[in-house]
């Protein structure tokens, strides 16, 4: 039983290989990696940017007269002095 090698298969053999050839040269590997790095940098974005992107309204800084968020902030204080003086105890 013969197998036939398919056309796109023998493209993708010939096409491996002489990515393998060009890459085998130090100086095409670093413009390689140069090329991928840039290409990363522009589709995924840093963490910087992502942190620009955030909706964050009043973090860390609540409003003296919203008491049900300081009714929160006081309750979630209590909660880690409880959680302490049960361990102590």
């Known amino acids: 039983m013969k197998r036939v090698l398919s056309m796109s298969s023998l493209l993708a053999v010939g096409v491996g290989a002489s990515a393998a050839l060009w890459l085998s040269n130090k100086p095409n590997r670093i413009k390689a990696e140069t090329l991928l790095k840039d290409w990363k940098r522009k589709i995924l974005p840093t ?43």
């Open 47 to 89: 963490v910087y940017q992502k942190s620009e992107q955030l909706p964050i309204h009043k973090g860390g800084n609540p409003l003296p007269h919203d008491y049900e968020d300081n009714k929160m902030v006081d309750e979630g204080a209590m909660y880690s002095v409880k959680f302490y003086n049960e361990k102590l105890q």
